[in-house]
């Protein structure tokens, strides 16, 4: 399968279980809103270029905000990140694109704990960066708080469940492939 | 200039995260001012159809609670028909009839049509939900939305084509008049966007008798709203000392967690009733105006 289908795919999926399973299901708490959607741009190759990264990042965002009915919201926040991601990988694992045995993030591919630091960091950017948006449009500064951690917390969970259950199988580069 | 272009190549990146971070901070400004974005009735007919073939599969799951609702409202319609109603032969009894297609004057304030929901949340601070319903089947904005077993659910707030956009109770900038069934008083309900069990009933004076499980009716004062639905019963009562008004938590009627069949409600007088408001409003200030 190419890249580029095995992508569209994975945001297929990461949508659909965004807006009919997370969103959907009673929330544990008011604070807790479980989100995964945005692994996919944390599961995006190596080699995509940064300009094209911005742009697949603000669509990801957008198609989320018209299911939610905030347009704007998410798409702010995964650019963000979209924006921070190459600068994060390079910071973690100084390589070229093309140094890296994987196409993709992943613990395999980066060994676990940079993984862990570039999941985290970027997770706490996208709540960070989300809550406050909108905090600024109501809300108090407590729950601002309260949320942006309990939120972080439960999407780690998340994502490193899916991480475990779903070894992603990526072929190993060689240099007579 | 070629510094300038220098600049712009060099960090062309960043400018490009600057402007798409600007397009989406205006997206979402903008919509919450006015309940509008840009391209939403676009995307609404896209959401609106991918959110019809889920509730399909959906609906399912829950039909036996519906149809539980749906009898008993049919039940409660069948005892209103006219054959249950015997004249006693007297010869001298006064006959009102009971059924409202008479000839004596009345006409048609409220119209109501049915709708299935087909995406609904509960979780966000601003919860709307989507209805199969748009203006092609005459649903337009501030129509209001009651769900099966008669209790209301929101207001219209954005038509497209084949689907509408429903403001939910369950949403922070949400405000609708009403009534408590048992005094008559008047209040706003609203929603603190905590619980999305619980709504808020504001602006009852603490002269007012009121108890725990008293009922609250949408009021007839409303534009929206027609009279008499279920808004929710008090659960929990608190006085404001500040304002010397009640701040009554009220446990909601519908059941917003299995919202499926709706029915949207139309006031028919609503166009002339705004305009008379309005129309009010500006004789008055200018009357102020002139004696100023």
Request: hydrophobic share 45%.
């Given at each position: 399968?190419?890249d580029?289908?095995r992508n569209?795919l994975r945001l297929a999926a990461f949508i659909l279980i965004q807006v009919y399973v997370l969103n959907k299901i009673p929330h544990l708490h008011r604070f807790i809103t479980p989100y995964i959607y945005y692994l996919f741009i944390l599961w995006l190759p190596f080699?995509v270029?940064?300009?094209?990264l911005?742009?697949i990042g603000?669509?990801t965002g957008?198609?989320l905000?018209?299911?939610?009915?905030?347009?704007?919201?998410h798409?702010?926040a995964c650019?963000l990140i979209a924006y921070v991601r190459p600068f994060i990988i390079n910071i973690l694992t100084?390589k070229?694109?093309?140094?890296f045995n994987y196409r993709e993030p992943s613990p395999k591919a980066m060994q676990w704990t940079p993984y862990a630091v570039y999941v985290f960091i970027l997770t706490l950017l996208h709540h960070g960066y989300m809550v406050?948006?909108?905090?600024?449009?109501?809300?108090?500064?407590?729950?601002?708080l309260i949320k942006v951690v309990a939120t972080t917390g439960i999407s780690l969970l998340l994502i490193f469940t899916a991480e475990l259950l779903f070894p992603r199988r990526l072929k190993f580069?060689?240099?007579?492939? | 200039?070629?510094?300038?272009?220098?600049?712009?190549?060099?960090?062309?990146?960043?400018?490009?995260?600057?402007?798409?971070?600007?397009?989406?901070?205006?997206?979402?400004?903008?919509?919450?001012?006015?309940?509008?974005?840009?391209?939403?009735?676009?995307?609404?007919?896209?959401?609106?159809?991918?959110?019809?073939?889920?509730?399909?599969?959906?609906?399912?799951?829950?039909?036996?609670?519906?149809?539980?609702?749906?009898?008993?409202?049919?039940?409660?319609?069948?005892?209103?028909?006219?054959?249950?109603?015997?004249?006693?032969?007297?010869?001298?009894?006064?006959?009102?009839?009971?059924?409202?297609?008479?000839?004596?004057?009345?006409?048609?304030?409220?119209?109501?049509?049915?709708?299935?929901?087909?995406?609904?949340?509960?979780n966000?601070?601003?919860?709307?939900?989507?209805?199969?319903?748009?203006?092609?089947?005459?649903?337009?904005?501030?129509?209001?939305?009651?769900?099966?077993?008669?209790?209301?659910?929101?207001?219209?707030?954005?038509?497209?084509?084949?689907?509408?956009?429903?403001?939910?109770?369950?949403?922070?900038?949400?405000?609708?008049?009403?009534?408590?069934?048992?005094?008559?008083?008047?209040?706003?309900?609203?929603?603190?966007?905590?619980?999305?069990?619980?709504?808020?009933?504001?602006?009852?004076?603490?002269?007012?008798?009121?108890?725990?499980?008293?009922?609250?009716?949408?009021?007839?004062?409303?534009?929206?709203?027609?009279?008499?639905?279920?808004?929710?019963?008090?659960?929990?009562?608190?006085?404001?000392?500040?304002?010397?008004?009640?701040?009554?938590?009220?446990?909601?009627?519908?059941?917003?967690?299995?919202?499926?069949?709706?029915?949207?409600?139309?006031?028919?007088?609503?166009?002339?009733?705004?305009?008379?408001?309005?129309?009010?409003?500006?004789?008055?200030?200018?009357?102020?105006?002139?004696?100023?």
């Amino acid at each position: 399968m190419s890249d580029f289908l095995r992508n569209i795919l994975r945001l297929a999926a990461f949508i659909l279980i965004q807006v009919y399973v997370l969103n959907k299901i009673p929330h544990l708490h008011r604070f807790i809103t479980p989100y995964i959607y945005y692994l996919f741009i944390l599961w995006l190759p190596f080699s995509v270029s940064r300009m094209v990264l911005l742009v697949i990042g603000f669509l990801t965002g957008l198609i989320l905000d018209y299911f939610m009915m905030t347009p704007g919201l998410h798409a702010a926040a995964c650019l963000l990140i979209a924006y921070v991601r190459p600068f994060i990988i390079n910071i973690l694992t100084p390589k070229e694109a093309s140094e890296f045995n994987y196409r993709e993030p992943s613990p395999k591919a980066m060994q676990w704990t940079p993984y862990a630091v570039y999941v985290f960091i970027l997770t706490l950017l996208h709540h960070g960066y989300m809550v406050l948006l909108e905090w600024l449009d109501v809300g108090n500064f407590l729950d601002f708080l309260i949320k942006v951690v309990a939120t972080t917390g439960i999407s780690l969970l998340l994502i490193f469940t899916a991480e475990l259950l779903f070894p992603r199988r990526l072929k190993f580069r060689t240099n007579t492939a | 200039m070629r510094n300038i272009f220098l600049f712009i190549s060099r960090y062309r990146t960043f400018i490009t995260f600057l402007l798409l971070q600007v397009v989406a901070l205006w997206f979402l400004f903008n919509y919450n001012r006015f309940h509008r974005a840009k391209f939403l009735g676009v995307a609404n007919e896209m959401t609106g159809r991918v959110n019809t073939l889920y509730n399909k599969g959906e609906d399912y799951f829950t039909l036996r609670e519906e149809n539980r609702r749906v009898h008993k409202m049919n039940d409660s319609l069948l005892n209103l028909l006219p054959r249950n109603f015997l004249q006693r032969d007297t010869g001298m009894q006064m006959i009102q009839d009971s059924v409202l297609y008479d000839t004596s004057g009345s006409y048609r304030r409220y119209f109501s049509r049915p709708a299935t929901v087909v995406y609904n949340t509960v979780n966000a601070q601003k919860n709307y939900i989507q209805i199969n319903r748009g203006s092609g089947q005459g649903i337009r904005d501030n129509m209001a939305v009651v769900s099966s077993n008669g209790s209301a659910v929101g207001v219209v707030v954005n038509v497209s084509t084949n689907f509408s956009q429903v403001m939910s109770l369950l949403h922070v900038q949400n405000s609708v008049s009403a009534s408590l069934k048992k005094t008559g008083d008047f209040g706003t309900v609203e929603w603190d966007g905590k619980d999305p069990r619980y709504l808020t009933l504001k602006r009852i004076p603490k002269s007012v008798d009121v108890k725990k499980g008293d009922t609250v009716l949408t009021s007839p004062v409303s534009f929206n709203f027609p009279p008499g639905y279920l808004l929710g019963t008090v659960t929990d009562l608190q006085l404001d000392n500040t304002t010397g008004m009640y701040l009554l938590k009220i446990k909601t009627a519908a059941n917003f967690y299995n919202l499926q069949q709706v029915h949207v409600i139309e006031n028919m007088d609503r166009e002339e009733q705004v305009k008379l408001f309005d129309e009010t409003k500006k004789k008055i200030e200018q009357v102020k105006k002139s004696t100023r």
